[in-house]
């Protein structure tokens, strides 16, 4: 049986401010301290997002915090880091991401059952501010529906 994977750095205003089409899971090209500094639970992934730059997928502006043990031989904190993905679907992410309104957006970083730092992209399209209110509105009444019949039934 496999372990549940250890999530060290997620994204939940992703799923707020995005429609979530489909995800994908890339490797993470990262240093010794920087993984170090991701098993210690010190990275945040709010503000970032990937990019193609050189046939390429990247992560900007994600922030693994500097790994004080380690901080001689240290990282820049908000380096861009490269994804690992094949080049089938970097060639079908290119084509996702040059359509009109669609973005990268890291969903979460975790550590699968072989303890290999991955992470999960969403490929997402941005939220108007009615469909904000309208995922706002289905949530609560699937919330009123829930205690309705844990009260009645």
């Not at 503000?47 to 990282?75: T, V």
């Not at 089938?88 to 957006?105: D, K, M, P, S, T």
């Not at 699968?112 to 992470?119: L, P, V």
């Amino acid at each position: 049986m496999a372990e549940p994977l250890r999530i060290a750095a997620q994204n939940r205003r992703a799923r707020h401010d995005y429609i979530i089409e489909s995800s994908t899971e890339a490797g993470l090209m990262l240093t010794g301290s920087e993984v170090k500094a991701l098993r210690a639970g010190q990275a945040s992934i709010k503000e970032a997002y990937a990019r193609e730059r050189d046939g390429e997928i990247w992560l900007i502006n994600a922030h693994f915090s500097e790994y004080a043990p380690a901080a001689r031989e240290g990282h820049e904190p908000k380096r861009p880091r490269k994804l690992l993905l094949k080049r089938r679907e970097i060639a079908r992410l290119i084509g996702q991401i040059q359509r009109e309104g669609i973005a990268l957006v890291p969903l979460k970083i975790y550590f699968n059952d072989r303890g290999i730092a991955k992470c999960e992209l969403g490929i997402a399209r941005g939220k108007k501010k009615a469909d904000k209110r309208e995922t706002e509105k289905r949530r609560d009444w699937e919330r009123e529906k829930a205690r309705l019949l844990r009260d009645k039934g």
